[in-house]
Structures are given as structure tokens and as C-alpha cells.
């Protein structure tokens, strides 16, 4: 993590899959503020069980680590992602898209 990014995510990180096959990284407190809530939405309401599936599912939590702030990402994130070594982190607003380079969005 970039040295000034670093405290955006002070609180932690959250890494959910994406909307196509790639992942999102939040910062915690976005996650806990932004996200959360939207996902409480009716129980019964079919779009909203789609999305806590796709968001919950495979989700972790992670700090920083301390020296060079990075955030380890699971193999089944990675494999669900298609990415091998090296991460593309492409800021969309509050969170950032995580995806293999050359993959299209």
C-alpha cells in the first residue's frame, strides 16, 4: 500500500469479490459505514440477498501490516480473480478494484 494510503485504512481492510472477477478492497470503517447498511436492506428482498451472497462470500478482514502496509490477500480471492503475481489497484471512489493486469473491468 502506497505510503499515502496508509491511512485510509488505519481502521483495517475488508476484501470482498467484485461484481465481475475481481475484487474489492475497502477500507474498514467505509465497509462498517457504507456497505454494511446497505446490505441490511428487507429480508425478503431478492437483490438483497444477491448481494450479501456476492459480498459475504469469501470475505475477509485484514490490517496492515506494519512495515510496508500491505494486506495479504487469500488464495480463493486470488484464484477467484485470476491473479497470479502481480495486482492492478484502481481507486472507484471510497474502495479500490483489485484485478490481474491486462484484465478488462
Not at 470503517?29 to 441490511?40: A, G, H, I, S, T
Not at 428482498?45 to 490490517?63: C, I, P, S, Y
Not at 494486506?71 to 483489485?98: E, K, N, P
Amino acid at each position: 500500500m502506497p505510503t499515502e494510503l496508509r491511512d485510509k485504512f488505519a481502521s483495517g481492510a475488508v476484501v470482498t469479490r467484485g461484481f465481475g472477477k475481481y475484487l474489492h478492497l475497502y477500507p474498514k470503517d467505509v465497509w462498517d459505514n457504507m456497505v454494511e447498511p446497505r446490505l441490511e436492506g428487507d429480508i425478503l428482498d431478492e437483490r438483497t440477498a444477491d448481494l450479501n451472497v456476492r459480498f459475504r462470500m469469501g470475505k475477509t478482514e485484514a490490517a496492515l501490516d506494519g512495515k510496508q502496509g500491505r494486506i495479504t490477500l487469500d488464495q480463493h480471492q486470488l484464484d477467484y480473480a485470476g491473479i497470479d503475481r502481480d495486482v492492478v489497484a484502481i481507486s472507484v471512489g471510497r474502495y479500490f478494484r483489485l484485478m490481474a493486469p491486462g484484465q478488462d473491468s
